[in-house]
């Protein structure tokens, strides 16, 4: 199989620069990599395998040359964007909201529905992060005792909404601590030492955007059949979402089992040891890949139930690396040329 | 009724203080005050209703003129002092969880059970912070449609473990934000910037003792035949605990009905008008009495469900003030000599 010829569109974006880390770090062979990005951020350079790239600004020609777009630049780009790039004869990789609930636009996590990628038309798109390591997680249980029903409450990291974010959550604990009044620019809400029980804007039904993402992405990913009740709650985390997840199941369960299950699965890490406190926490999940399950418990509260707590970094396994597992699941798939 | 005298054990404590200040703007008609607390603290003054009152050490015979003790010194305290404070012709408000579960001690929520309290033999137990403002919200919804089940995850402010916890969250802060190492004392883990699944000591069955409390405390105040799941989680917030509150009900209900009900219900406040991004926050909660309740909406996962987010100051409501007010009502239903 040939190098790859690899574009980022959004380059120096928070998860651009993930993307590229993460590229980097990767089995892929790639022999060009086309950082790009809006206009006033072309001609600075980045170092990628011991070669300087220049960042070009992105647009119509950019992707001729190109086997994937990597695009992290918001939905508007990716919405006049993404169609260039594959008319120019790239596979887009989409990071945005734009195109993940389109019908026949695979919508995939690696680990969950690979045979999704098979479909493609040259846009798949990349899921949103508290889908994804929900999902991570859910995939071995569901295959084996059938998931009824999915209770979810998120504890969701600021970076979630970009670098302005984790600087206000900064100055505004710096502000706090010191007695200073709090500037609110990035969230309606002072969200240091808080908790906002809101993600993105509110839709019919008084559920949010996040919210409704949880139910309809779990749908189109793992199963139809599941029904979702989530919350979507921010904190005052930098990095890692954390997710308190309540399952019950059509069938009967082990406990034994569903450790062993998830001990084994793809992309999972147990923690899990009370005795020793041992449970997966959100400082420790940053900067890793695996998506950590802990606080494995029965629920006592109805049959075939049971409780789990769920830890990942939002900027990795929650969007750049899960793109490009994307890529490389297509590689060992066979569905580049 | 003649004037009452109160003995406040663990005065000088974060619950402690308080206490005092909610029995100054109460309408108790107080004429003694006795701050009690650790030999160390005996005589510092306290100022309560523009009268100095001086602290005495705890101990036998403090409390032969006392009309209400509220003991607020931990469960080892309780569990030493509080039969001691009866038998000298006290009645004991217990806000540790040294007789919560205790048979025939009532366990109150004024707003809930309040004939409970014509049963007691001299101490009244006051629940743990995450029941009462949990039950408060849900007592007139079971009242009206009959909870089957409920989901709750809770995300807690650390001033619930004391004044050191909120002195470490202020100093690892700080420091994380100087890129300084963090210092662990209070809790097991950095509370700084992260979200700790653990609150109090694991159990059996992968429970922590806090969750266990949730479950056994709503049975006793509200209705055995609940059944509650849990998962209590330690955030970053200084005051005011926030919950994601799932319920199932066994009776159908019309959504209009539920703000109704909430909106007339004793100690409760409804904030819930998405459109100008308004709910419930933990910082807005800070100092006041009420119990907050938003995001009401419909769960369509299941029939009869209903999802709930509510805050309260875990200091007021969920500890001093709900003594208090025990007090009051007792007063009021003429159990006082």
């Not at 928070?14 to 062979?29: C, K, P, Y």
Request: proline share 4%; charged share 25%; aromatic share 6%.
């Amino acid at each position: 199989m040939k190098a790859l010829h690899v574009a980022v569109v959004g380059a120096l974006g928070a998860v651009g620069q993930q993307m590229i880390s993460i590229l980097e770090a990767s089995a892929l062979d790639i022999s060009l990599l086309k950082p790009l990005d809006i206009a006033e951020n072309a001609g600075k350079t980045i170092l990628f395998r011991d070669k300087t790239w220049t960042v070009e600004e992105s647009g119509k020609g950019k992707f001729t040359d190109i086997d994937f777009a990597i695009f992290s630049a918001g939905a508007d780009a990716s919405k006049i964007l993404a169609p260039i790039a594959v008319s120019e004869g790239a596979i887009v990789i989409d990071n945005s909201s734009q195109w993940r609930m389109t019908e026949g636009i695979p919508l995939v996590v690696p680990e969950v529905n690979p045979q999704a990628l098979k479909d493609h038309k040259g846009i798949i798109a990349n899921p949103n992060c508290s889908t994804i390591q929900m999902l991570v997680a859910l995939k071995p249980l569901h295959d084996a005792y059938d998931i009824k029903r999915v209770v979810v409450s998120t504890y969701q990291a600021v970076s979630g909404s970009g670098a302005k974010a984790i600087e206000e959550l900064k100055g505004q604990s710096k502000a706090y601590l010191a007695k200073e009044s709090c500037e609110c620019n990035v969230y309606p809400h002072q969200i240091a030492f808080n908790a906002i029980p809101q993600i993105d804007v509110f839709l019919e039904g008084g559920y949010t955007k996040e919210e409704m993402k949880m139910v309809h992405e779990t749908h189109k990913i793992l199963d139809p059949r599941i029904e979702v009740s989530p919350t979507a709650v921010r904190i005052p985390v930098f990095r890692s979402h954390s997710e308190s997840i309540n399952l019950e199941f059509n069938k009967s369960y082990e406990l034994d089992d569903v450790f062993a299950l998830l001990s084994k699965a793809p992309g999972v890490e147990v923690i899990d040891d009370p005795a020793h406190l041992k449970y997966p926490l959100a400082i420790e999940a940053e900067g890793k890949n695996s998506v950590y399950v802990g606080r494995i418990r029965r629920d006592n509260s109805i049959e075939n139930g049971l409780n789990l707590w769920v830890v990942s970094d939002n900027l990795r396994k929650g969007a750049a690396l899960n793109a490009v597992q994307i890529a490389e699941k297509m590689v060992e798939m066979g569905l580049v040329d």
